[in-house]
């Protein structure tokens, strides 16, 4: 099985000394086009610097404080307020996608009374023991209470369904997570009619659904969230990674009309911390002034007209948005890609048998479409 473990590309990193905009610049003097962006974090460019005052503020006020209340974190907590789907409340701000996820989990055990989770093969959740267990065979730390479904890469939307509902027919399973486009497989997803159907079948047997947006939300594949479309409701919502523009920062929402459940022990060290708070507040604010889907927009069509035409049988280009990953077939040939890439100063990240494509949101069309023409020349097969 495809292991959603990164692939291991032996060559020397660059030292980056700053970062700037869509550009990394090293210590030996050489400029970087980035087209990985903190793995998808820093989605409205590097220091950028209306993020960055609002930090370095932030740092002469207070870092750390116990999770007490404070005004930059009323100011985070309205910003969410602001984005999120309306039926949704924030349950709380941690500092990494893992972390949420893992909230998530305790909280639909505690509301349900149940504790056994399923997740779809080749997802990506987060790399503690319960997490990794709901989407990868090879997991070091085996657990008795996760299964694994087969998503889109190797299953129509009808088995998806099929297999789901006969797992959830053991009344036994407190919640389903959902990565709906797979960002470390290849960008494989399914249709929105199959996500209102999975969501519909949770609740036909009383299981909750989370929704892991942690890198698709806040307007990654062009729309603020990919569940706000949906017909039917998902009962929790993960989204991170952006949230702070690359700064560690974290956020679960749920369906108000869930009951609250201290028992599933809400909050830690360092969630609510102000320095993340004036990284989110800082960061929605700014996404609110900027025509986010219309930038998007841009992205898919410039990666759509440059990257297709060099799609055949071995070569494969999949995804949305900002969010795309061209899959190879041949190992050898994706070595051989990337390592001229490199050579020709663009920064992309590597994911199972896929380049991905993770641009910022700011990037100028110039700079995308030198990398994607930069990509296209890298492949053998084009010489």
């Known amino acids: 099985m495809t292991s959603t473990m990164q692939t291991p590309i032996h060559e020397k990193k660059p030292s980056i000394s700053h970062a700037k905009g869509s550009k990394l610049y090293t210590t030996d003097n050489r400029m970087l086009i980035d087209l990985c962006s903190g793995f998808g974090s820093v989605f409205l460019g590097h220091c950028h610097p209306a993020i ?13 404080i116990g999770r007490e209340n ?9 910003a969410v307020k602001r984005i999120i789907p309306r039926r949704f409340s924030l349950a709380g701000f941690y500092s990494t996608g893992m972390e949420a996820s893992e909230y998530a989990l305790r909280l639909a055990a505690a509301i349900t009374g149940r504790n056994s989770f399923i997740g779809f093969r080749h997802s990506m959740h987060g790399k503690s023991v319960i997490c990794a267990n709901l989407c990868w065979e090879n997991t070091v730390i085996q657990v008795s209470n996760t299964q694994m479904l087969p998503y889109s890469d190797i299953a129509s939307d009808d088995e998806i369904l099929s297999r789901l509902e006969a797992t959830l027919k053991s009344h036994s399973i407190a919640a389903l997570v959902v990565e709906p486009i797979q960002g470390t497989n290849n960008c494989w ?40 479309d949906l017909g039917s409701t998902p009962d929790i919502l993960l ?18 009309k869930l009951p609250d459940a201290s028992s599933a022990l809400p909050g830690s060290t360092f969630s609510d911390n102000p320095l993340a708070a004036s990284a989110i507040a800082s960061t929605l604010a700014l996404m609110a002034t900027l025509p986010m889907s219309n930038l998007i927009a841009d992205i898919e069509k410039t990666i759509q007209h440059i990257l297709t035409p060099i799609t055949d049988e071995n070569i494969i280009l999949r995804g949305q948005g900002a969010l795309w990953a061209i899959e190879f077939k041949s190992s050898k040939q994706l070595k051989q890609t990337y390592e001229k890439i490199v050579k020709e100063n663009i920064m992309v990240s590597v994911t199972s048998n896929s380049l991905r494509l993770l641009p910022c949101a700011t990037i100028q069309q110039s700079d995308l479409a030198f990398a994607c023409n930069t990509i296209t020349d890298a492949i053998p097969y084009n010489k």
Do not use: M
Not at 70 to 78: C, F, K, Q, V
């Open 239 to 256: 989204f991170a990674k952006s949230i702070g523009n690359g700064f560690p920062s974290s956020a679960v929402a749920v369906d108000s």
């Open 70 to 78: 404070s005004p930059i974190l009323e100011s985070a907590h309205a």
């Open 189 to 228: 997803g399914t249709s929105a009619s199959t996500l209102d159907e999975i969501v519909l079948l949770c609740h036909k047997y009383g299981t909750l659904c989370i929704f892991d947006e942690i890198l698709t939300g806040l307007f990654r594949t062009g729309k603020s969230f990919i569940c706000a």
């Open 52 to 64: 960055s005052n609002s930090i370095a503020t932030q740092l002469t006020s207070s870092w750390s």
